[in-house]
């Protein structure tokens, strides 16, 4: 099986006539790299299939030296001496003034396939910005490294959206951000983008089946183990149940103080969920919740992510934790005082136990019209 090429690659090779002459920014960070693992960021900078003007961060930053949750300030980037907006911290969406010389803001992240996932968030306000402005818009695509076939989990109800659900799709969307961009475009009445495609990607290809090497999208999300059970395992966040941040293996050891580790197993193996098995363990993050502290808990291991489901293995975790600690869980909030938790899930009804609305064949339908590759 050849090779995947990303739209980055594309774009160097063969160059495209609606970015000629453009003055451009560029959104990308330390995962926008080609299959030599040199940066997007200096190989546009040095081609003459555009004229890059400016470079926007999302979190962590365009090189990626911020830690999660971090603000990311303005500032000129040591390598190409462009100047950097971020995108993360006070201002969220690119401003007029960051537009001013612009004709075209280009998008090239490599994205996780979830939801929560910033970059998304990141993505739609650099979207709006665009429309607002007049400017075009570009994707460069990339995988989606959990495969573009599964769809798990509901959608944002009205009232919820948020940086971590900006728009109503499932936690788990099987769609690249080109194709998100396709569909969000039609649905909010903006100009469609323009994107180029990958070539030789496949719906049902998971990242390591692309041959592309894995640049780590996140401080915590260091391998495609800890993307895979991520849809599920980042409903921990909010709570105060660690989700592994500050150790080896974040979003795949969770567990607390509080926590009787093989009391923990047997509650899950009770729940027979395909593809997952867990080990009792104890493990001392260094830093975020419970840092310093021996936490018990699980390693989450995937049997088969075929069959696994990652968001079903989130609400029995977050089940299991509650009904083993007692007085001791909490759900954590934001500066608003809202939960955490309801942003998360798109709506308040996991906090009150109760079942949320989720139709994988609708949302399958409804995505048709925009999907650019074949299964």
Known sequence: MPRVRTGLEILLEQGHPQLVGLACGLIANHSSVDARLRSGIDLLHGSE????????????????DAQAGSSVGNANDSRTGLPVYSLYG???????????RLDALIFDIQDIGVRYGTYFSTMINAMEAAAEHHLQFTVLDRPNPINGIAIEGPLVEEGFASFVGAHPVPIRHGMTLGELARLIASE??????????????????????????????????????SVTVYAGTCLLEGTNISEGRGTTRPFEYVGAPFIDPFALVDRLEATSLPGYAFRATWFRPMFSKHAGEVCGGVQIYVTDRETA?????????????????GERFEWRTGEDGQPFIDLLWGSERIQLGKESPSDPVAFAERRATFLLYSE
């Not at 496949?202 to 999208?217: A, Y």
């Not at 968001?311 to 299991?320: E, N, S």
């Open 49 to 64: 299939a555009l004229e890059l003007k400016a470079l926007f961060g999302p979190e962590h930053g365009v090189r990626g």
């Open 90 to 100: 006070a201002t969220e969406k690119p401003t007029r003034e960051m537009l001013t």
């Open 188 to 225: 909010r009445g903006w100009p469609e983008p323009v994107v180029i495609p990958m070539d030789g990607w496949k719906r049902g290809m998971w990242f390591d089946q692309t041959k592309l090497p894995w640049v780590q999208v996140s401080p915590n999300l260091p391998t495609l183990d």
């Open 309 to 325: 489901q990652p968001v079903a293995l989130g609400t029995r975790l977050l089940k299991a934790m509650r009904d083993l600690s």
